[in-house]
Each structure stands twice: as C-alpha cells, then as structure tokens.
C-alpha cells in the first residue's frame, strides 16, 4: 500500500485506517485521483504511486467511527 500511494516516511507515519460514516443527506465534495511517484532521500528509493487516493473537502472529525492500525 505504501508504494502504490507513495508514502515515503518523510511524509510522517501512517500506521492507522480511520473508517468514517458520513450522515444521510450529507452535501459532500470528494475529489479523487492517483498517487504521484514520490522519491524518499531517506531511503534513496522510489516509491511507484499509482494507487487511487480521495479527498474530502469540509471533512468532519466527527464522522470517524473507528481507527485501526495498519498490519504490516
């Protein structure tokens, strides 16, 4: 998942899948598109991208029902 959504580290943690439920009747605006490749200087390694990827604007905090984290 980290090389097809081109997750270097430098780009901070992502160890947790948030799932959201958003309320019935919502307006909502998402956006949705594909990773671009991304190069870590960290790890001198080029990290594919390709993967499709969303975007909510206005997102609500509230909505998230549940956080898990990423096996790995």
């Known amino acids: 998942m980290m090389q097809s959504l081109a997750l270097p580290p430098e780009f901070g943690a992502r160890e947790a899948v948030s799932v959201a439920r958003i309320p019935k009747g919502t307006d909502i605006t998402a956006y949705t598109g ?39």
Do not use: C, I, M, N
């Not at 990290?47 to 956080?67: A, C």
């Open 34 to 72: 594909q990773a671009k490749q991304q190069f870590s200087d960290e790890l001198l390694k080029l990290f594919e991208g390709g993967g499709t990827q969303y975007r909510f604007k206005d997102f609500d905090p509230s909505w998230v029902v549940e956080t898990r984290g990423l096996s790995k």
